[in-house]
């Protein structure tokens, strides 16, 4: 059984591209929370997602982040006009299905977004 | 608001000492969860125990135990006997619908 797989595990961008970040959540789970780890610091919630819905993008920065988790295939974390602020650790989250927060979240390796 | 506040920055102890990671939550909420997680220098992140607002009894694993206690909003971890090997961030954290992380403490055992 496949654990949280993330790709691309490292991505370089130039100021102003865009990234895009995979997240394949384990098999039978639904819910996927993605999170930002800024160099030296603690994990940074960012949103909570279902399967087609979000549930709770407190978190995202209001500007040029997206999130998504379509129906069919892998949650994509989007962030348009990259800029050196959002070099980063972004490690995605997954939990089974009718699941609170009583339940483990299993995290994904992380991929870590350079931006120069 | 749900806050998690580790007030230890960095820890650097000798190997076989016992050491404690400190942890410290505000919520609201009646119901809620509580998680310490390990991030070794590879990067990835290590679950290592999950414990819910009506469970006090504190917890022992092999070499980990873990003190919560909901009167002062505490959830400690104790390493008896550290090894090089424990060397990581530990970071604690609290969840009701999302999760949320304390800074991390950075532990250091030195041979």
């Known amino acids: 059984n496949a654990g949280v797989m993330q790709n691309p595990r490292h991505l370089v961008r130039r100021r102003g591209q865009e990234a895009r970040l995979r997240c394949s959540p384990m098999?039978?789970?639904?819910?996927v929370y993605w999170y930002r780890q800024l160099p030296e610091e603690g994990l940074k919630f960012m949103v909570y997602l279902q399967k087609e819905n979000i549930i709770d993008e407190s978190g995202m920065p209001k500007e040029r982040f997206s999130a998504e988790f379509p129906k069919e295939g892998p949650s994509i974390l989007r962030i348009q006009q990259v800029v050196r602020g959002d070099s980063a650790a972004y490690f995605c989250?997954?939990?089974?299905?009718?699941?609170?927060?009583?339940?483990?979240?299993?995290f994904g390796p992380g991929t870590r977004l350079t931006v120069l | 608001a749900q806050k998690v506040t580790q007030a230890q920055t960095e820890i650097s102890v000798v190997e076989k000492e016992d050491v404690t990671l400190d942890c410290v939550y505000e919520t609201r909420d009646t119901t809620y969860y509580l998680f310490w997680y390990k991030q070794p220098p590879s990067g990835e992140l290590v679950f290592l125990i999950r414990?819910?607002?009506?469970?006090?009894q504190n917890e022992i694993s092999g070499r980990y135990s873990w003190n919560f206690q909901k009167s002062t909003s505490s959830f400690n971890f104790t390493i008896t006997a550290s090894q090089v090997v424990d060397s990581a961030v530990y970071f604690c954290?609290?969840?009701?619908?999302?999760?949320?992380f304390g800074a991390g403490t950075r532990l250091t055992v030195k041979p």
């Open positions: 989250a997954s939990s089974p299905p009718a699941s609170g927060s009583e339940n483990e979240q299993f």
């Open positions: 414990r819910n607002s009506f469970d006090e």
């Open positions: 098999k039978g789970h639904s819910h």
């Open positions: 954290a609290l969840t009701n619908n999302d999760m949320r």
